[in-house]
Structures are given as structure tokens and as C-alpha cells.
């Protein structure tokens, strides 16, 4: 005989058993849940190191500037443009991109600038300087700091600088003369070094500027090499290319002394004792730049303080960061997808500075400009505030998303490069985010990394030599 | 009948819940390999950072006694490390870049066809054909050290002031006395009455044991392609790296650690293995002896109410200098006293060049 169960043994057998079915369905469901967790998390830590490897990559490769193996439309980088400026000297101006061949820009100066003498500082086929700007041989080597007070033995800077003194067409660099005014002459004496000749006198301007108002001659090969760099391929191309203990500064064509100033008085003002000319060494309220340079030597770009200082690298930016722009901007976030030359060849030559107070534009803030670029250059004004530093970091920030047409339950990875020169610095940053398709929460890894330098971007291009 | 059904539905689960985890772990396998390789690349780019620091110290530094020689030559016989001095004083051997400016006039050292670097007289720091001449390639092993040359303590304060009140009475208390050197060696020199020419052997030396777990990580290469030209290859692994098994064989020793076949426990496999799973990356790279200058001002007369008259001030700051203390004196605003890489560029592929010399000989020959 076998026992029959009670109904509330039954009622208890059901309920625990659904109880452990609940459980069950439970665990199971969280364990579900847990493993597409886990896939998902390993799906996107796998993405996070493609794009991790991408980033390499681009900090390589720099196809997001100069598309070396894609459309020809990537390579929009190479171009140069010649923009309706007005340009002290009245001659034409070719402005390059960073990855713009070295001849297309030169050769916009070509029928102006000086064929014998003075040298153009670029061509090979001049013989007397046969030399290129990516030769270490062709710069000035010397001591900045050298020449004041002991015997120039690391070279002196006016044989490079080539500046004059009015009427005068040779200058003899003699440490045993008198302390004439101009100061050619090393402070504790030192050897003759030689005689530096200018040729003849040239032409003053035509506009605006008597004959006694001008000082220095401007195509010396220092001004040569250093203010075609910058046309030929902006701010970043032109230090990049720079050695680093490169002057920023040069005597520059047709230089106006102005009444304001008490230095303009003086009949030494020509040079200082370094023979380095004065307006090299000056810095300027900015306000001030653009009708005291009409060339706007590179030391306006750092107009920081009221010393005077003959600006290499290391100030120059300090207090300014200069940036490239990619070819095709931020896909990503649908910044400028594709600038005209014009706009590219604007944003290339853009500064993006903390200005002081003894700035007209107001207290420390950030500034973007080129207003020192060319007077009258399209679109040249000041951007101030963080609007603008925000604008300048998106313009130069290259940013694509890794797997556009991806499946909805992934994450959306996104890869960033931007590059931008700073404290001496050349920095590339990169940048890998990700969304969550879940949660929708955003994370981003950053990161810097060493790789291939701009010009070696060219030499892989054979853009350079 | 009851119990095998209940047998085949727990097989069942259990084999679903095996198949799960089993996936589950291939994809994160895959995941970790995807990942490793990313952590390769990143190891392998550091290795760029390495070669371009050897690039700008080997130029000028890094000339002192060999480790073989470590105890102080009695003469500035080749390999010593030292130079002699017009007075006849002996004087640290040291370099003036791959490019020696004294070279220009391309007459006043023994051998004006060879670039630089060159020594205090002139002579060039290598031997011909062997790193650093040009075709010379060198390994850097980046291994760390258990301690490495001229490793000092890093003590911060090695001679105390006694401040301790309960001492107040001693001779010493609340002095300044430099009873013992400022700088000491990590070697263990029993100073004072210990310190003994082996223990500055010792010093000078180092101990080139490979500290556990940093080992067949990473690596870089360099060859002296032209004078400033050097192409640098980075690598990821474990190879040493060599560029395959001639160059195992040929090679007994390098820089501090075992070379050779024995490296590889004398297995041809053993290195394809390895090498097939390393990151390898090539560049070439320029040096030029330029240097970013200290933060420099040129300050005019303008400040003292005088014009040209004898009152330019030049000023230069030291690094990390006392006077004018300020941010832009700092470390950070002269990072390359050494020169600078012109430009760096990644090359599609291998463009250096098998190691120099004949086998046997350690690579670091100087």
C-alpha cells in the first residue's frame, strides 16, 4: 500500500518546487545577462585596442593630413594659394600647405627677390647658396647668447642676419674699432671677422616711408630661409623645419622707424652690439604690429613682454601653440569637413595665444589669430575667450568614428589625433572613445606617443630630400 | 526510465554551460591577443624614445672607462677612457657630437675623413668599422639593471644636523658638518675606511644582473647610417634583437646580458618562435647638434634710461638655476642639451644593416 499525499503536502511541493524554478530562471537570466555582459565588454576592449593601433597608425602615417595611399582629394595638403593680400613690399605672395613641395612656394617669390649677392637660401641651382632648408649646414650655429661680452667665437650673427647700417653697404666686423654706434664690434674685442656686404642701397618703398625712416634691407639669406619657410608651409612646418637653436627673427624688407617710440631717434639703432638688428629684438604691443612690421617678423607672434628678446623657439612658443589642420577636419563631430586652400592656408597660419594684460585685447585669455599674417587677409581678426581656444582645438583635432556602419549593440569607438606645436614642444595627441550602447556612458583613453615628425611625413612622400 | 531522463537533461546543461563558458573564454582569448598586440605596439614605440636619447647621449656622452677598464688607467692608452692633458693630467674621455664642429677646417685631427665624435685631442672614440663609426650598428637591451654604473643612493639628506634636544650638549648639535659626501655610491664602499679600488670598480661597473621580469620585453637597434643619419629599429620581444639566426650565431655577448645561442637555449625554433611573435618597427631618424638655448634675454638699455651705451644685458639662466627661480627656468625648457632629432620617419620596412664586425666580439666596443 502506498501513502497518498495531503493536499498541503502538496501545495508546499508546488510552491518549493516554483520557487526553485524561479531561482533557476533567475540565475540562468543573469548569467545570460553576464556573459553578453562580458562579450560586450570584450567586444569593446577589442575595439578600444584596434583603435588603439589606429592611432598608431595615423601617428605614422598622417594620412589624416596627407592621404599617401588614398584619394587624391586627401591630398589637398600639397596645394598653395596666393591670397588677396596687400604685402609691405608690394611683391606677390605664395602661401603653401605643410606638405606643399618646397618649389611651388619659392617660386611665387622668384622675380623679386634678390638672384645674386644675398641669396635666396633655396634653390639648388644657386650656386652661391646652394643650399636647402632642410640643411642643417645652411643655418646659423652659433651662440645667442655669445657676442656681448666675449669674442663671438661661435659666429656672429650679423654675417647671417645681414642687416645694414644706413648708406653704408659694407660693414667690417672688427672687435678692435671704436664702439661706433651700431655695435658691430664684439664688446671685449676678438679678431676681424671679415666684411659683410650688403651691395647697393635699395629702393625705399614708394609709400609712406622716407628715405631716413628705414634702416636694415631686408633679403638677407636669414630672412630668406626663414620667411620662406613660413609661406611655404605655415607656422608648424616652418619651426618643425627650424633648427632649434634657430633666431625667429630677421631684419625684414623696407622696416619703418616710427616717431612714437624713443628709439626711433637714435642714429645707433640700427643694430645692437651683437649686430643683431633692433627691430629683431623688440617685442611690440600688438596693437602696435602691423603698421611698425609690415612683415610681421615672427617675434610679434610672441609679443609677451615689454624686454626685449631675440626670439628662437623656445619663445616663440611658450605662450603660443600652433596647430595643423587636417585635410578633411573632424568627420567625426562634422567640423569643417572639407575647407577651401583659402581656409586651410587661413588656419595654418593661425596662433592660438594667452595674452597678458599688457595686451590691448584684455586680460589673460585665450586668443586665436593671424592678424599678423598679412594685413587684409580674408577673415583676419581675433576670435577671444574660450570660444575660441574651443574653436582652434576642433579645427586641429582630426577625428573619425572606427567602424561607421557598425550594428547597433556595439560601441561607438572613435579615434582623435590632433597635433599642435607648444612649449618646444611637438605634441601629438590621441585619443580613443568609446560609447556604450547600453548605457550610453562616454570614456575616452589618451595618450601621446613619439613617431614620424612632419618632415619625415614629407620624406615618405618624397616631398623633401 | 525516470532516473536516465533526469541523467540526460543534467548532461545536457551541463554541456550548454560548457559551450558557453568555452566561448566565452575563446573570445576573451581573442580579445587578450588583439590587446597584447596593441601593448607590443606601444612597447616597441618606446623603444623609439630609447634610441633617440642613446642617439643624443652617445654623441657626446657615455666615452668613460670600458667596464673592462673601470679601474683608473695609469695612461690614456686606447680604451682607457681617458684622454691626457696638455699638463699630462688625465681627463674623462668625452665627445662634442656626431658632427665635431673642429672638424671644419678638415686639417687639425689625425683623421679628417671620419666624422666626429671625437674626444678632447681630436681622436675619434671608435674604432673604424665598428659602432660608432658609420655602417656601425649597436643593440640596446633594455633589460633593467639591477644596478646600473655609477648608481648612487638617493639620499636626500646624508649629513643631517643633529636637532634632537636630549642632545644638546653635544659637539655636534645643530651643525652643518659634511662628515660624510653629499653623493654616495649605491655600491656598499664602507666609506671611510673601506673605499678600495675594487669598490670603485664596482661603482663604476654596475651589476648588469637582469632583474626578474624585465626581461625579453622590449629592445632597440641603431645603425649609423651617415653621419647623422641613423636608422632605428624598435622591437617588441624577446629576440634580442637580432635580425635572424646568422646574426645569433654570430654574436656571443651583448650589452650586459648572455648572447648567442645560448640566449635562445641553442634552438633555431626557439628564435623563429619568438621573432614570429615580435613587433618590429623602423625609422630613420637625424641628429643635429643644434640645441634649444637656455631661456635667454637680451635686455636693452631701454630699463636703465641709457641707449646703446654699454648696457646690454645678455642673460642667461642656468637650468634648474637659483637665481631668477621661475617656470621657465625649469628642466622642461631645455630638454635636448645634447642636440636634437631633426626629423623622425617611419620606413616602410628593414633598411638597416646586419651588425658590424666579425662575430665574438661584444657590441658596445667601447
Known amino acids: 500500500m502506498t501513502r497518498a499525499f495531503s493536499l498541503i503536502e502538496a501545495l508546499i511541493a508546488v510552491a518549493l518546487g516554483m520557487v526553485i524554478a524561479t531561482a533557476a530562471w533567475s540565475a540562468l537570466r543573469v548569467a545570460s545577462q553576464s ?12 575595439l578600444i585596442a584596434v583603435g588603439v593601433q589606429r592611432a598608431f597608425a595615423e601617428l605614422d602615417g598622417w594620412e589624416a593630413y596627407d592621404a599617401r595611399f588614398g584619394a587624391a582629394d586627401g591630398r589637398r595638403l600639397r596645394a598653395s594659394s596666393t591670397p588677396p593680400v596687400a604685402t609691405g613690399g608690394g611683391r606677390p605672395l605664395t602661401l603653401g600647405l605643410p606638405f606643399a613641395p618646397f618649389a611651388r612656394t619659392v617660386d611665387g617669390f622668384a622675380p623679386t627677390w634678390p638672384a645674386t649677392a644675398y641669396g635666396r637660401g633655396w634653390q639648388d641651382d644657386e650656386r652661391l647658396w646652394a643650399v636647402s632648408a632642410d640643411n642643417e649646414l645652411t643655418w646659423w ?3 645667442k647668447a655669445e657676442s656681448q661680452e666675449t669674442d663671438c667665437r661661435f659666429g656672429h650673427y650679423a654675417i647671417f642676419g645681414l642687416s645694414r647700417l644706413p648708406a653704408e653697404s659694407a660693414i667690417a666686423i672688427d672687435g678692435g674699432t671704436s664702439g661706433a654706434v651700431g655695435g658691430w664690434q664684439p664688446r671685449n674685442g676678438g679678431g676681424v671677422y671679415g666684411v659683410v656686404d650688403f651691395g647697393p642701397e635699395p629702393t625705399p618703398p614708394a609709400a609712406n616711408a622716407p628715405v631716413a625712416a628705414y634702416r636694415h634691407e631686408a633679403p638677407g639669406w636669414l630672412y630668406n630661409q626663414i620667411r ?9 612646418g616652418m619651426i618643425d623645419y627650424l633648427p632649434a637653436n634657430a633666431i625667429v627673427c630677421y631684419a625684414s624688407r623696407f622696416q619703418r622707424m616710427v616717431g612714437t617710440t624713443n628709439w626711433s631717434a637714435s642714429p645707433g639703432d640700427a643694430t645692437d652690439a651683437a649686430g643683431r638688428p633692433i627691430y629683431m629684438i623688440k617685442t611690440f604691443a600688438k596693437a602696435n604690429a602691423a603698421w611698425q612690421f609690415p612683415d610681421k617678423p615672427w617675434f610679434v607672434l610672441q609679443s609677451f613682454s615689454p624686454n626685449w628678446v631675440p626670439h628662437g623657439v623656445d619663445f616663440l612658443t611658450s605662450y603660443s601653440a600652433y596647430g595643423l589642420v587636417p585635410v578633411n577636419g573632424n568627420q567625426r563631430d562634422r567640423i569643417a569637413p572639407a575647407m577651401t586652400t583659402d581656409e586651410l592656408t587661413f588656419h595654418h597660419r593661425s596662433v592660438a595665444r594667452m595674452e597678458s594684460t599688457d595686451m590691448p585685447i584684455g586680460t589673460w585669455a585665450a586668443n586665436v589669430s593671424n592678424d599678423f599674417l598679412e594685413p587684409g587677409y580674408p577673415d583676419a581678426a581675433d576670435r ?22 557598425r550594428p547597433t549593440h556595439w560601441p561607438e569607438v572613435s579615434v582623435s589625433v590632433a597635433r599642435y ?10 585619443a580613443v572613445g568609446w560609447t556604450d550602447p547600453v548605457s550610453g556612458g562616454r570614456a575616452d583613453l589618451r595618450f601621446t606617443a613619439l613617431g614620424t615628425t612632419l618632415r619625415g611625413a614629407r620624406r615618405q612622400r618624397g616631398l623633401d630630400r | ?23 566565452f573564454l575563446a573570445s576573451v582569448r581573442d580579445g587578450a591577443a588583439t590587446t597584447e598586440a596593441a601593448v607590443r605596439d606601444a612597447q616597441a614605440r618606446l623603444m623609439l624614445h630609447a634610441a633617440c636619447a642613446y642617439v643624443l647621449e652617445a654623441g657626446r656622452l657615455g666615452y668613460g672607462p670600458s667596464r673592462a677598464q673601470a679601474v683608473l688607467p695609469a695612461n690614456d692608452a686606447p680604451g682607457s677612457g681617458f684622454v691626457r692633458a696638455n699638463a699630462g693630467r688625465l681627463m674623462h674621455r668625452e665627445a662634442f657630437g656626431w658632427i665635431d664642429a673642429r672638424e671644419a677646417d678638415g686639417a687639425s685631427f689625425p683623421d679628417p675623413s671620419s666624422p666626429g665624435p671625437r674626444d678632447q685631442r681630436g681622436d675619434p672614440v671608435y674604432r673604424p668599422g665598428r659602432w660608432p663609426a658609420v655602417g656601425g650598428t649597436v643593440i640596446g637591451v633594455m633589460h633593467r639593471w639591477r644596478r646600473p654604473p655609477y648608481a648612487i643612493l638617493p639620499t636626500v639628506a646624508p649629513n643631517p644636523i643633529v636637532t634632537d634636544p636630549t642632545r644638546r650638549g653635544d659637539a655636534d648639535w645643530g651643525r652643518p658638518l659634511q662628515r660624510a659626501p653629499a653623493v654616495q655610491p649605491a655600491v656598499g664602499n664602507g ?4 673605499v678600495t679600488d675594487a669598490g670603485w670598480a664596482a661603482h663604476v661597473r654596475g651589476d648588469a644582473t637582469p632583474v626578474p621580469g624585465s626581461t625579453g620585453i622590449a629592445w632597440f637597434r641603431v645603425h649609423r647610417a651617415s653621419a647623422a643619419t641613423f636608422v632605428v629599429t624598435c622591437g617588441a620581444g624577446a629576440t634580442l634583437g637580432f635580425r635572424d639566426w646568422d646574426e645569433v650565431l654570430a654574436w656571443s655577448t651583448i650589452a650586459g646580458a648572455v648572447g648567442g645561442p645560448a640566449a635562445f637555449a641553442d634552438d633555431r625554433v626557439l628564435f623563429d618562435e619568438l621573432r614570429s611573435r615580435e613587433r618590429r618597427m623602423w625609422y630613420e631618424i637625424r641628429w643635429s647638434g643644434a640645441v634649444r638655448p637656455l631661456d635667454f634675454r637680451h635686455e636693452e638699455a631701454l630699463w636703465w634710461g641709457r641707449w646703446l651705451q654699454n648696457a646690454f644685458a645678455y642673460r642667461t639662466y642656468p637650468v634648474n638655476g637659483t637665481q631668477y627661480t621661475g617656470w621657465s627656468r625649469a628642466n622642461r625648457f631645455n630638454p635636448n642639451p645634447l642636440g636634437t632629432i631633426s626629423y623622425i620617419q617611419r620606413l616602410d620596412d628593414d633598411g638597416s644593416q646586419p651588425l658590424d664586425g666579425a662575430g665574438g666580439v661584444p657590441l658596445p666596443a667601447w
Open chain 1, 35 to 46: 556573459m553578453q555582459s562580458a562579450r560586450r565588454l570584450a567586444m569593446t576592449n577589442e
Open chain 1, 228 to 236: 620662406g619657410l613660413g609661406d611655404a608651409l605655415g607656422w608648424y
Open chain 1, 421 to 430: 606645436l607648444r612649449l618646444c614642444r611637438f605634441s601629438t595627441q590621441l
Open chain 1, 384 to 405: 577671444v575667450g574660450s570660444p575660441a581656444l574651443d574653436d582652434f582645438m576642433r579645427r586641429t583635432t582630426s577625428a573619425s568614428t572606427l567602424v561607421p556602419l
Open chain 1, 141 to 143: 650655429t652659433g651662440n
Open chain 2, 1 to 23: 526510465m525516470r532516473a536516465g531522463t533526469v541523467l540526460i537533461v543534467v548532461a545536457g546543461i551541463a554541456a550548454l554551460l560548457a559551450a558557453l563558458a568555452i566561448a
Open chain 2, 191 to 194: 666609506w671611510p675606511g673601506g
